[in-house]
């Protein structure tokens, strides 16, 4: 029977990013930031082409954030006010269980201009999921809707982990 042993490179890395995660301080790309946490929800901005984009932050599970008409590429942009670490986007569609797109993208970008497409991901009943492979620090957050689906899409909330 051979057992193998986990690569201590693995290991390494497994404390790095357990390390990341937990720290007051966060460094990426020689700069630093005084956090790693999500900030809380009060402080995020919502714009972008969805109609009424701050009903997707509003707390209120029956408004939402909607498109309008053939809304291929429709975005919303979350500021989330300052720099935070993240891996997963959920986007619940509110009262209309079937306004998801055929397909959204998430994007991030720390400058609010450059942005980069980190995971796409198929929309789904109720709530999309968007998993990013690797834990992503970032300012700002869009989602852009890849392919359209049957119904106008609804974002009602935005969660992030």
């Known amino acids: ?15 790095l990013a357990v390390g990341i995660a937990g720290c007051g301080s966060v460094y990426t790309s020689g700069r630093q930031f005084s956090r790693g946490a999500i900030t809380p929800r009060s402080a ?10 701050a009903k997707a932050l509003d ?6 954030a909607v498109s309008e008409g053939n809304y291929k590429d429709a975005t ?8 935070c670490l993240f891996n997963m986007v959920a986007i619940d569609h509110g009262p209309d269980e079937m306004g998801f797109c055929g397909r959204v993208a998430a994007e991030t970008s720390v400058d609010g201009k450059e942005f980069t497409r980190r995971a796409e991901a ?7 999921i968007v998993s990013l492979i690797t834990p992503v620090l970032a300012r700002y957050l869009r989602l852009r809707a890849v ?3 049957v119904e106008a899409w609804s974002v009602a909330e935005v969660h992030l982990q």
């Not at 707390?59 to 939402?64: F, H, K, P, R, Y």
């Not at 942009?77 to 720099?83: A, P, W, Y």
């Open 76 to 83: 919303l942009d979350i500021d989330l006010g300052e720099v």
């Open 147 to 149: 392919d359209v689906g």
């Open 1 to 15: 029977m051979v057992v193998e042993r986990p690569s201590l490179t693995c290991g390494l890395l497994l404390v």
């Open 44 to 53: 995020w901005k919502a714009s972008g082409t969805l109609k009424d984009p």
């Open 59 to 64: 707390g209120d599970l029956l408004t939402a």
């Open 122 to 128: 198929p929309g789904t009943r109720k709530v999309t």
